[in-house]
């Protein structure tokens, strides 16, 4: 009796024969939806860092951004702390010396029940390594446009922006002192009227 039973509970245990198993894909089917997803994650910070990259880790942004939190203008108008958005417009030429940047800043001021939002506006440009701003202004949602060019440390040496006042005028020609005699002397021509 005993052998039986344990005949028979023997073959409850052993696998039934002929049972297959999926394919490479029904074994694999995980792996693949993993490395589909990582992909398309790399791929996607990719084209921002070449898209965004070269203005993110510029010279101009960062001093763009360093001079926004410490404006006293900024503050009042958006509170503290500031926060630039993911998306920032323009283009940096270091060869050139040459920027033109765009933001967008959010701040914890409420303002209608809404965060408060600003647009940027800055045009730099670099003498000898230096940068230094042209143009600084914000536009602060449904108000005017300000320029902060007063609170900002200001341009590099040799660099004023133009604004008609700081416009080079001619020397006066009171001052200069007056050219010397210069007498040429020119030789008499043939006259023509004795040919004809």
């Known amino acids: 009796m005993q052998t039986t039973a344990q005949a028979s509970s023997h073959a409850n245990r052993e696998p ?55 404006s006293p203008q900024v503050k009042q108008l958006l509170g503290e702390p500031i926060h630039d958005g993911w998306f920032p417009v323009g283009s940096v030429n270091n060869d050139e010396g040459e920027a ?3 933001l967008k800043l959010h701040g914890p001021k409420m303002a209608d029940g809404h965060e408060s939002t600003a647009d940027v506006s800055v045009q730099a440009r670099s003498v000898e390594g230096e940068w230094g701003f042209t143009q600084f202004d914000i536009t602060p949602s449904g108000g005017q446009r300000l320029s902060l060019m007063d609170e900002i440390s200001g341009p590099p040496p040799d660099l ?4 008609g006042n700081n416009a080079q005028t001619p020397p006066s020609t009171t001052e200069a002192t007056p050219p ?10 043939p006259s023509d009227s004795g040919k004809k």
């Open 160 to 163: 004023l922006p133009f604004n």
């Open 16 to 70: 039934p024969p002929n049972v297959k198993r999926g394919g490479w894909f029904g074994r694999n089917w995980l792996r693949l939806c993993f490395l589909l997803v990582l992909l398309a994650v790399l791929g996607g910070v990719g084209g921002y860092l070449y898209k965004f990259g070269p203005i993110l880790f510029s010279t101009p942004y960062h001093q763009t951004i360093a001079e926004l939190r410490h």
């Open 180 to 189: 010397p005699d210069v007498k040429i002397d020119i030789p008499d021509m």
């Open 100 to 102: 033109r940047l765009y």
